[in-house]
T-cell receptor, first 113, second 111 residues
Framework: DAGVTQSPTHLIKTRGQQVTLRCSPK?????VSWYQQALGQGPQFIFQ???????QRGNFPDRFSGHQFPNYSSELNVNALLLGDSALYLC????????????FGQGTRLTVV | GNSVTQMEGPVTLSEEAFLTINCTYT??????LFWYVQYPGEGLQLLLK?????DKGSNKGFEATYRKETTSFHLEKGSVQVSDSAVYFC??????????FGTGTQLKVEL
């Protein structure tokens, strides 16, 4: 079992550009959540996808959007990048059942210059 | 809304010392509580969890008890090792698997 895999591991983008991050959930999981972790902070919930629809959303602007595919993998898209978007982006997968354990990937380190 | 408050770090201990990292929470209903650990350059790993009041989660010598009356979930370990050096996050779910995290506590264990 490969666990949760994210790509790429590191990325450098310029202000104003757009970026796409990818996540493959742990085998058998059907729910994918995305988190942003700024340096020295705890992860902040961005949104969650289940059955290819956004089910919950945190306090993030519409520049942050996502998608879930039929195989449960997911993408996070960020448009019009700002310097403040520089962070570690974490993907977590789980079952749809409430309060089951979430498994995290290694994250994608995004640097905006 | 839900929130988690944990003690600021860094916490620096000598090997074999006793560890306590305090965590308190605010939540509606009956959240599940978690401790996650993050080693340098890595993602988060679940360390332990508790799903109802008075439950004790334990793993790898770490333990924490879900105290509803004090809204706390303090992490303890009787004897830390250098390999325990990492950042520890207290978290809760209020429903739908959305995790709310504290700001993290860095632990440094020295020989």
């Amino acid at each position: 079992d490969a666990g949760v895999t994210q790509s790429p591991t590191h990325l450098i983008k310029t202000r104003g550009q757009q970026v796409t991050l990818r996540c493959s959930p742990k085998s058998g999981h059907d729910t994918v959540s995305w988190y942003q972790q700024a340096l020295g902070q705890g992860p902040q919930f961005i949104f969650q996808y289940y059955e290819e629809e956004e089910r919950q959303r945190g306090n993030f602007p519409d520049r942050f959007s996502g998608h879930q595919f039929p195989n449960y993998s997911s993408e996070l898209n960020v448009n019009a990048l700002l310097l403040g978007d520089s962070a570690l982006y974490l993907c977590a997968s789980s079952f749809v059942l409430v309060n089951t354990e979430a498994f995290f990937g290694q994250g994608t380190r995004l640097t905006v210059v | 809304g839900n929130s988690v408050t944990q003690m600021e770090g860094p916490v620096t201990l000598s090997e074999e010392a006793f560890l306590t990292i305090n965590c308190t929470y605010t939540a509606t209903g009956y959240p599940s509580l978690f401790w996650y650990v993050q080693y340098p350059g890595e993602g988060l790993q679940l360390l332990l969890k508790a799903t109802k009041a008075d439950d004790k989660g334990s793993n790898k010598g770490f333990e924490a008890t879900y105290r509803k009356e004090t809204t706390s979930f303090h992490l303890e370990k009787g004897s830390v090792q250098v390999s325990d050096s990492a950042v520890y996050f207290c978290a809760l779910t209020g429903g739908g698997n959305k995790l709310t995290f504290g700001t993290g506590t860095q632990l440094k264990v020295e020989l």
